[in-house]
């Protein structure tokens, strides 16, 4: 897959897709193969810092002591400390409630035991416990500052069930050579992490948010645009059900 094969895949999306009266999310569609899920070392697991901003505010929930109170107030739009973790424990709904309203949960180290026996219920499946991939796990004196710079352009990269990635890289208004960067770095990093590296790359799609699955490297007519291209029913298996 190379950069050019990307351009025209972003700019048939584009053309392909209703005008909506939002900006609609560019999302980056990875099919595997040839690998085996149950199998730890072929599940994939990443988190990828892009180079070009994604066009998207992340909200951050840090679960904390007293000691980054300060750092955590400046920087995360919520702060929950050590003490109110009892709260969360009795209460499941309002634990769902944070799941479901936050991008990245940030702990500190030295209590990350009660964090994993308050949260880890909720927070585990839902894959938003804090990571120390993602750096959010960090010591008592830490800054917080660089590490909410570096998660507004980080992106989750996972497949541990199904081998299918998809993961968020951009807006429709951004420019397209942005976009085709930033979808580089996510292919590139994946590729790097597969067993087999570009030989477990089945297929790769492009789509807005409410927009028609374009596979990168397939041509699409001009007159294809009034319905669903006959090539992408064609490819129906690969694509990921809307």
């Known amino acids: 897959m190379d950069k050019k094969q990307i351009l025209q895949a972003l700019k048939f999306a584009k053309e392909l ?3 909506r009266n939002f900006k609609q999310s560019v999302e980056l569609i990875i099919n595997l193969k040839g690998l085996n899920l149950k199998k730890p070392e072929h599940q994939v697991d990443l988190y990828v810092n892009l180079h070009k901003p994604r066009g998207k505010e992340v909200k951050l929930c840090a679960l904390i002591g007293i000691e980054l109170q300060a750092t955590a107030k400046e920087n995360c739009d919520n702060v929950i400390l050590l003490d109110d973790f009892i709260k969360f424990a009795k209460d499941k709904k309002a634990t769902k409630k944070l799941a479901n309203e936050y991008d990245f949960f940030i702990a500190q180290a030295n209590i990350m035991p009660k964090v994993a026996s308050t949260f880890g219920r909720v927070l585990g499946p839902k894959g938003k416990m804090p990571n120390p991939k993602a750096g959010c796990v960090v010591p008592p004196k830490a800054n917080l500052k660089s590490l909410k710079e570096n ?3 980080t992106v ?3 497949a ?3 081998p299918i990635i998809q993961c968020t890289i951009g807006k429709e208004d951004m420019d397209d050579a942005d976009l085709a960067e930033n979808i580089m770095t996510v292919y ?3 590729v790097h992490h597969l067993p087999n590296e570009v030989h477990n790359i089945k297929s790769t799609y492009i789509k807005l948010t409410m927009g ?3 596979k990168v490297g397939q041509e699409y007519k001009a007159e294809e645009k009034k319905e669903k291209p006959a090539k992408e029913k064609a490819e129906k298996k690969d694509e990921p059900k809307k």
């Open 156 to 158: 989750k990269v996972t």
């Open 17 to 19: 897709s209703q005008k």
């Open 188 to 190: 590139d990093q994946l």
């Open 212 to 214: 028609k699955s374009i």
């Open 160 to 162: 541990k069930v199904k």
């Open 151 to 153: 998660l507004k352009n």
